[in-house]
């Protein structure tokens, strides 16, 4: 059982360049989140979903797209970066009375 | 949205000493949850408490929903108590459930 999985861990990206970090999760959770933080703030949601075909948007969407065509995966899509997407990403998988977090993506735009 | 808001933001303590940080929440919520993240970054879990009292060894949590606040108590503190505490409510929107973090607590505890 190896909870959620996030990849890569960390990436540097140019402006303008697009990438898609990968969530998978082995937990058969129907609820899954996407989140950002930055340097000494709390975590932003970006986009959730309560199930595959079923997403919607968080606080901060702009920037990213995702698609849940599957329970396991969630991907998040950055298709123009810019400097504003700096951040920490991590991916959670969650269940009333559990959260599962990944290790979290590392992202830097130059 | 609903707003959520932490405090205090930085709060620095003496090994051995008790704390209490609190969580105010602006409407209604589903659930409540505690999480730590520890200096390496890591998430993790501590309590969830949508309403009531629960402990796990030193820390335990209070949930007021009808006042819209929850308290988490540390006793005894440790220097691997550190990092940062996060409050997130889960609240119903559009037929599904956001989970929202507030700014959290950066907690030192010195030895």
């Known amino acids: 059982n190896a909870g959620v999985t996030q990849t890569p861990k960390f990436r540097i990206l140019k402006i303008g360049q697009s990438m898609t970090l990968q969530c998978t999760q082995d937990?058969?959770?129907?609820?899954m989140y996407w989140y950002r933080q930055d340097p000494g703030m709390g975590l932003k949601l970006i986009y959730y979903?309560?199930?595959?075909?079923?997403?919607d948007k968080g606080e901060v969407p702009n920037g990213y797209n995702v698609s849940r065509s599957t329970t396991e995966d969630f991907p998040l899509r950055l298709e123009l970066a810019a400097p504003s997407q700096t951040s920490v990403y991590f991916c959670?998988?969650?269940?009333?009375?559990?959260?599962?977090f990944g290790q979290g993506t590392r992202l830097t735009v130059v | 949205g609903i707003q959520v808001e932490q405090s205090p933001p930085d709060l620095i303590l003496q090994e051995g000493a008790n704390s209490t940080l609190r969580c105010n929440f602006s409407?209604?919520?589903?659930?409540l949850q505690w999480f730590h993240q520890n200096p390496w970054g890591q998430l993790i879990n501590l309590f969830y408490i949508p309403s009531g009292t629960k402990q796990n060894g030193r820390l335990s949590a209070t949930t007021v929903a009808t006042e819209r606040y929850s308290l988490l108590y540390i006793s005894s503190s440790q220097t691997t108590d550190s990092g940062v505490y996060f409050c997130a409510v889960a609240y119903p929107e559009g037929g599904s459930e956001k989970l929202v973090f507030g700014k959290g607590t950066k907690l030192t505890v010195n030895p």
């Open positions: 409407d209604s919520v589903n659930n």
């Open positions: 959670a998988s969650i269940l009333p009375g559990e959260a599962f």
């Open positions: 937990m058969n959770h129907n609820y």
């Open positions: 979903s309560v199930g595959a075909g079923i997403t």
